[in-house]
């Protein structure tokens, strides 16, 4: 596997590619890999010639400078999981290379930016997007993946693509999760045994929920979910949503068969958690 830290030693690198006239894969991903990222990365491998895997910490999308501060950072695990998963290149910018001045583009992701993520975490997609389009510039991928257990991230990244018509095909894989349920996440390190513990019920009611979804209203739903958690001492939801699955905006009375998604982001302690699952009747 091939390790570049910088713009020309990915160059040197991607010259031959497509000079080869490769077919390439990129995963973009913040380190502190697991199932859920090497998931991409094999999904890609299938898919591509050359799988190219990105890690970066991106200060843009942190509207919490002390969750950017704490996020895990173990390149060299990483790497070598990478290398096992049959990544062919490993990209390691630093920040002055992605942000080499300042970037006064206009992001439009329209009414995706105002809700769930978007409206308890100001400024984060403008980040994602900053973060996305630059790398894209650079490792200039044909297909890209990424997970849907960011589902609006997903969302906001084929609207980024669209926007600015980046030729790149953007793909969305299944959220890969632990034996017990909860989500893969580079922040479940930082969860205490008690936290851990409590954790899987997110995923515990969401699959109720989708399971029941028919016996109740969505606002019934939505108390439910909040009484459930809030009454584990080691969570608190901040937020949960039934919204339709293309928009994220609520329900539309007229099309009440639309694919619908359940989101939520719960606090256990000051490590937030999120998750969500796609009801499709
Ligand atoms: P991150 O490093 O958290 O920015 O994530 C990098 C990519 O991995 C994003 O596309 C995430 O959606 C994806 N990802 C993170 N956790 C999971 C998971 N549990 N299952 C599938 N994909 C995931």
């Not at 010639?49 to 200060?59: A, E, G, L, R, Y």
């Not at 984060?124 to 960011?150: I, Q, S, T, W």
């Not at 299944?174 to 851990?196: H, K, V, Y």
């Not at 080691?234 to 639309?258: G, R, W």
Request: aromatic share 10%.
């Amino acid at each position: 596997m091939i390790i570049a830290h910088s713009i020309k030693e990915l160059n040197c690198s991607l010259e031959k590619i497509l000079k080869n006239k490769l077919i390439t894969g990129f995963v973009p991903t913040m380190g502190a890999l697991h199932q859920g990222h090497i998931s991409l990365v094999r999904h890609a491998k299938q898919e591509n010639d050359f799988v190219v895997t990105s890690i970066f910490v991106n200060p843009t999308q942190f509207n919490n400078p002390d969750d950017l501060e704490k996020y895990p950072r173990m390149p060299e695990k990483d790497i070598e999981m990478l290398d096992e998963a049959g990544c062919d290149l490993v990209f390691l910018p630093s920040t002055d290379e992605v942000y080499p001045g300042k970037d006064d583009t206009t992001y439009d992701f329209g009414r995706l930016e105002d809700v769930l993520e978007g409206k308890f975490r100001p400024g984060h997609f403008k980040g994602v997007g900053m973060v996305v389009k630059r790398l894209f510039e650079m490792v200039k991928p044909h297909n890209a993946y990424f997970g849907l257990k960011d589902y609006q991230q997903f969302l906001v990244i084929k609207k980024l693509v669209e926007q600015f018509n980046i030729p790149v095909k953007v793909i969305g894989c299944p959220t890969i999760r632990e034996n017990d349920g909860l989500a893969m996440s580079s922040r479940n390190l930082r969860l205490s045994d008690e936290q851990r513990n409590a954790a899987p019920l997110i995923f515990e009611c969401l699959q109720f929920i989708k399971k029941n979804f028919p016996k109740k209203s969505i606002q019934e739903w939505k108390q439910w979910f909040v009484d459930k958690i809030n009454s584990n001492q080691f969570l608190e939801v901040e937020y949960i949503e039934i919204v339709d699955a293309n928009t994220l905006l609520d329900i539309d009375n007229d099309k009440p068969n639309a694919e619908k998604v359940i989101c939520t982001a719960v606090f256990a302690g000051d490590i937030r958690l999120i998750d969500n699952v796609l009801i499709n009747y």
